[in-house]
């Protein structure tokens, strides 16, 4: 069962029915009315299109026993978590398995304290996916894969690696979970916040020199945090983090900006940012909070420093919720840079 059909939550519940699986969707109401017409489409890049038939559902009440699945996937927004698995609280156990795809650090954490009975996964999954309209997945290219570990101490992830591979993903094992979780959220923090508070595409954004280096900084921070917290850097499918965290460390700015600048920009393609899409989307509530906010919230408890992650979380937070004036900082570098220069006085002047 996928709580949470979306992009990702179709793709890889589509290709695990596309592979024999028994698949349930649980998605919106247009979701469900797509698929009951015309089945779920995968378009690939290069033209091709998968269609298939999986079960769709728009409430959990729908399900009449949701113990019987092997595996629940969730890939609701982190903010959404506890709302969309409420209804399950009490009624899984062991053998099902509960795969957490969701971008951020704590997923993991939440589930294995709400569900302690049930072994929980820890996954990262690097595929550009959208949908063009409901029911149709388009997958820009298919050289991404999925990162798997286990997160309690009861999780075998084997069977689930095998379910995955047979479904033709690139599925990796890592032996730690928070490594391979805290190396995804280095690489989702580049390009995400900092452009959604500027409203501002990071290919233009990254036009500022200024931007770069809080991008930069941003990074170098959570780099920090994550050395303070004893958590190693791993590459992550599509990401050399590694060699990216070594390179911040010894090469200089300008050599920095010649060769990650171009990443940068055209990483994305023309998507947008995830927190630019919510913000302009109107959402309430952001996953900033698992990303710059628990980086910033990670080293205060360590003693690292951290003005730019928590300059950039509070910010973005403030404009979600009526403190701050998004317009202030709307197509604005110099105001966000002022404020984060603010936040380093701020740590100089309170030594």
Known sequence: ?????????????????????????????????????????????????????????????????AASFALVLVTVKSFDTADALAPLRGKLSAPTRLLSLQNGVGNEEWLMKTFPDVPVLAGSITFPVTIPQPGIIFIAKDSGAIGIAAASETADPAPVLDALRQAGFNARLYPDFRAMKWSKLLMNIISNAIPAILDMPPAEAL?????????????RETLAVMRAA???????????????ARAMRWLPMPILRAALK??????????????MLD???????????????????TGLS???????NTT????????????VRGERYRQNPEALWNAVQSAYKGLSVGG
């Open 1 to 65: 069962m996928v709580i949470g059909a979306g992009a990702i939550g179709c793709l890889v519940g589509g290709r695990l029915s596309l592979a024999g699986h028994e698949v349930t969707l649980l998605g919106r109401k247009s979701l469900v009315d797509a698929v009951h017409a015309d089945g779920l489409h995968l378009r690939w890049h290069d033209g091709r299109t998968d269609v298939t038939r999986p079960q769709v559902v728009e409430t959990l009440a729908d399900v009449p026993d």
């Open 207 to 219: 036009t500022d020199n200024r931007i770069f280096q809080l991008e930069m900084d941003a990074v």
């Open 230 to 244: 004893d958590i190693s850097p791993v590459d992550v499918p599509g990401y050399p983090v590694r060699w990216l």
């Open 262 to 275: 171009p990443k940068m920009v055209g990483g994305r393609g023309d998507k947008l940012p995830s927190l």
């Open 279 to 297: 913000l302009r989307r109107g959402r309430n509530q952001s996953e900033v909070n698992v990303l710059n906010k628990m980086v910033a919230d």
């Open 302 to 308: 360590f003693g690292v420093p951290t003005p730019v």
């Open 312 to 323: 950039v979380s509070a910010i973005l937070n403030g404009i979600i919720n009526g403190s």
